[in-house]
């Protein structure tokens, strides 16, 4: 956990401990950055307000060189705030005031995520929609041959819709697939990294080749074109 917040900062990692995580703390940005490198950790809890470097450039940073989950903090109500956390990488945001139990129950969801298909299974072949790629087995995504870097919550949800092509899928139902069904927030967090995902897959919302959206529902996965 990452947070200047020291008395908050104690009773969360207390809630973590007893729920049986090991648990380190840090309390400014530049060395929530060392000890991610250092611990290699499953899960940050990363506030956006931090002394030295703030948690957007934090988040960033540990992008560079992990891909664990990461749930951002913040004492504001703006908006914007959220969306430049998770454009930046984040999975998932809190805002506080919250509840240690909620913050927990996250921590626990995302570490039920399947990461891989269980050993001695037949791999299947990759998802192919035109020049994109996807390899749910692997987690590797290619277009036009070209690696495309993603982070874990951007992948799950490309996994999700290409699973089901031309089905749609409401923002409900790819949460339940992601974050799990006993998740609780804004649903809308959906928008903001399926907008990530067109960014990277080079597949712009006005001329979708790949995720296209369904009005009043959600999302489906098309068949892509050259």
Known sequence: MIDDERPLAGIVASYLSRAGFDTSL??????????????????????????????????RQIRLSSDCYIL??????????KLIGLSVGADD???KPFSPRELVARVNTVLR?????????????????????????????WVDDEPVGLTRTEFDILDALSAR???????????????GAGWVGDDHVVDVHVANLRRKLDDPPADPRY????????YRMGPGRS
């Not at 050993?119 to 590797?140: I, S, Y």
């Not at 092509?165 to 974050?179: F, H, K």
């Open 211 to 218: 995720i296209l959206t369904v009005r009043g529902v959600g």
């Open 93 to 95: 945001y809190l805002t």
């Open 165 to 179: 092509p031309n089905t749609a899928l409401s923002r409900r139902q790819i949460i339940d697939a992601v974050w």
């Open 113 to 141: 995520r399947p990461r891989r298909h269980a050993h001695g299974t037949q791999a299947a072949p990759p998802r192919e929609f035109g020049r994109l790629r996807v390899d749910a087995e692997g987690r590797d995504v």
């Open 26 to 59: 840090a309390f400014t940005g530049p060395d929530g950055v060392r000890s991610a490198k250092e611990l290699d950790p499953d899960v940050i809890i990363l506030d956006l307000g931090l002394p030295g470097i703030d948690g957007i450039e934090v988040c």
């Open 72 to 81: 951002m903090l913040t004492a504001r109500a703006d908006e914007v705030d």
